[in-house]
Each structure stands twice: as C-alpha cells, then as structure tokens.
C-alpha cells in the first residue's frame, strides 16, 4: 500500500449517517468509504468543466 496521510475533517452528522449506511451497503469500513468518495471526486474535471462529448472530440 502506497504512504497513507492522516487527516480530520468535521462533517455534519446527517452526512455521516449517510455515508456510515453507503459504507454498510458496500461492506467496506467508513474510512474505506471515505476514500472511495474521493478518489471518484478528484476523478471528475475541475472547476465545473466536464469532458467533452464524443463528437465534440
């Protein structure tokens, strides 16, 4: 596994009731889920751009 990073985050709780059930639902632990989560964000373009459609390649 690659050097891992702590961190701390404040989260509303109704936030972390959903991700505690989506983590469930995968059978993964909440940090698990967490990374997940954002590995798939940082995945997407920023700044609102979006990838360009096919024929627009």
């Not at 690659?2 to 059978?27: C, G, Q, T, W």
């Not at 997407?44 to 459609?53: F, V």
């Amino acid at each position: 596994m690659n050097e891992s990073e702590k961190i701390s985050a404040v989260i509303p709780a109704d936030l972390l009731e959903r991700l505690v059930v989506r983590a469930r639902e995968a059978d993964r632990s909440v940090s698990a889920e967490v990374r997940q989560a954002i590995r798939a964000y940082v995945a997407q373009p920023a700044n609102g751009e979006r990838e360009p459609k096919e024929k627009e390649r």
